[in-house]
């Protein structure tokens, strides 16, 4: 007896179903958008060619059924392939009813998705045999299972039409109901800031860059309570640097305001714990989540947040203290370009979150070097790559930390050198150093706009 071929998933009726039923009632073409069916999902050819012409006889809001079918898929110069007008009319009268269309629909959704982990699972087996570098082979391994989470079924290269029809609602949106557009995007929290970058949106890498001691962590950590607590919004700290316990000190004191020195010291008294407990309650309900794994690698990083995104139901904003700290892989190699991975990996991420990511990074000593102290794009550390990637460059700077005798005491400029929604400025902060916070007490403190 001849040995059994064991096809991929698919379920033949039910892809004539689907076809079927829209003959029968082109409204249900609503519940198949609903739920992402695409002509790629269709595992026999011809039922495949078929959905391909109905989804383009929806896209031009036309009539879909046998005669208009057939015209379109002439002039896709399938109609052979398919077997005819005649084979048309067979689909059209395989059932008569419309109730279990949408059951139909999952089921070949179904299957198509089962096809893509088999084909995926091929992938992996090659990847293995070929010997590749074990870490990548996971990275690899947890995108492509992500992407299938996501239902990732469309192209990627889509012409301008399809991409305006769906944003004429959202253009819609922003005129009679803005606040629900902005939900996608988070702002930092100051004024000035928010007017210029026009929030944080998803997608974005920003970069967070200062030399020593200009409290790049503390401006963080300000941004990701603002967004956690004001904003009601998820944010996450990967800490390289500094231990979980010493973050949560830092929000504790910015949130109850007991000054920082107090918690280090132990020096606490009943109204500060009373403070305390206050924030605490505040806190309990935020969406902050905090790792501090030290010699943290790019695939472990997506590893930890796609896992989050899925087991939290969503991301809206990502802080990575700091950039410099992190490798590519476990393995070292030449540094200016791992950095340059490095940060092209983050943009990557940020876009496949479809979340906003922070970065913060180290300067070089060439600003101690120079008369004028403030930051220049030029003094990003290692590689010229974050500049490039970056889509916004903020950079902190203290007058007074070179100058002790100046009037600017406790003032920190933050000098955005790379904005690619709009001008690029400076906006002056004041910094509380007793609970650790800026402030922005002057929203017309902006100066020195460029476009």
């Known amino acids: 007896m001849p040995e059994s071929v064991n096809l991929p998933p698919h379920n033949t009726e039910a892809e004539k179903g689907v076809i079927s039923w829209v003959l029968l009632d082109n409204e249900t073409m609503w519940i198949y958008d609903s739920d992402q069916l695409g002509y790629k999902d269709f595992y026999?050819?011809?039922?495949?060619?078929?959905?391909?012409?109905?989804?383009?006889?929806?896209?031009?809001?036309?009539?879909?059924?046998?005669?208009?079918?057939?015209?379109?898929?002439?002039?896709?110069?399938?109609?052979?392939?398919?077997?005819?007008?005649?084979?048309?009319?067979?689909?059209?009268?395989?059932?008569?009813?419309?109730?279990?269309?949408?059951?139909?629909?999952?089921?070949?959704?179904?299957?198509?998705?089962?096809?893509?982990?088999?084909?995926?699972?091929?992938?992996?087996?090659?990847?293995?045999?070929?010997?590749?570098?074990?870490?990548?082979?996971?990275?690899s391994i947890e995108k492509r299972i992500f992407d299938l989470t996501q239902h990732q079924t469309w192209d990627s290269i889509i012409s301008i039409w399809q991409i305006l029809e769906g944003r004429v609602e959202e253009y819609m949106t922003i005129v009679d109901n803005p606040d629900k557009f902005n939900e996608k995007k988070v702002n930092s929290g100051y004024p000035g800031i928010d007017n210029m970058l026009t929030g944080f949106k998803p997608g974005e890498l920003i970069i967070l860059a200062a030399r020593p001691a200009m409290w790049k962590t503390?401006?963080?950590?300000?941004?990701?309570?603002?967004?956690?607590?004001?904003?009601?919004?998820?944010?996450?700290?990967?800490?390289?640097?500094?231990?979980?316990?010493?973050?949560?000190?830092?929000?504790?004191?910015?949130?109850?305001?007991?000054?920082?020195y107090k918690i280090n010291k132990a020096e606490l008294d009943?109204?500060?714990?009373?403070?305390?407990?206050?924030?605490?309650?505040?806190?309990?309900?935020?969406?902050?989540?905090?790792?501090?794994?030290?010699?943290?690698?790019?695939?472990?990083?997506?590893?930890?947040?796609?896992?989050?995104?899925?087991?939290?139901?969503?991301?809206?904003?990502?802080?990575?203290?700091?950039?410099?700290?992190?490798?590519?892989?476990?393995?070292?190699?030449?540094?200016?370009?791992?950095?340059?991975?490095?940060?092209?990996?983050?943009?990557?991420?940020?876009?496949?979150?479809?979340?906003?990511?922070?970065?913060?990074?180290q300067l070089s000593r060439a600003v101690e070097q120079r008369v004028d102290k403030k930051p220049q794009l030029s003094d990003l550390r290692e590689s010229g790559a974050i500049e490039q990637d970056a889509d916004a460059v903020l950079m902190l700077h203290r007058e007074d930390y070179y100058d002790p005798d100046t009037d600017r005491k406790w003032a920190t400029d933050v000098c955005i050198r790379k904005n690619r929604n709009w001008a690029v400025w400076e906006v002056e902060l004041h910094f509380e150093p007793e609970i650790m916070r800026f402030t922005q007490r002057d929203e017309k403190a902006v100066h020195d706009a460029t476009y």
């Open 44 to 139: 026999q050819k011809e039922f495949s060619l078929i959905y391909e012409a109905i989804q383009q006889l929806w896209g031009a809001r036309k009539t879909i059924d046998v005669v208009t079918l057939s015209d379109q898929l002439d002039k896709n110069w399938n109609l052979d392939v398919i077997g005819w007008t005649n084979y048309l009319y067979e689909l059209s009268a395989f059932l008569f009813s419309t109730q279990p269309c949408a059951e139909y629909s999952k089921i070949v959704k179904e299957k198509s998705l089962l096809r893509q982990v088999l084909k995926v699972c091929q992938w992996i087996s090659g990847d293995v045999y070929e010997q590749k570098d074990t870490l990548e082979i996971f990275d």
């Open 270 to 361: 009943n109204q500060d714990f009373a403070k305390m407990w206050d924030a605490m309650e505040v806190l309990w309900e935020a969406k902050i989540y905090i790792d501090d794994k030290g010699a943290l690698t790019v695939p472990e990083l997506k590893s930890k947040l796609r896992k989050l995104k899925i087991e939290k139901w969503g991301l809206d904003i990502v802080i990575i203290d700091y950039l410099q700290l992190m490798h590519w892989t476990s393995f070292a190699g030449n540094r200016v370009q791992e950095i340059s991975e490095i940060s092209r990996g983050l943009k990557e991420l940020a876009r496949e979150l479809w979340v906003p990511i922070m970065a913060l990074s």
């Open 218 to 260: 503390s401006f963080a950590l300000n941004v990701l309570t603002d967004i956690a607590l004001k904003q009601k919004k998820s944010a996450v700290m990967i800490s390289l640097e500094m231990s979980s316990e010493s973050i949560a000190d830092r929000i504790m004191s910015e949130v109850s305001g007991v000054p920082m």
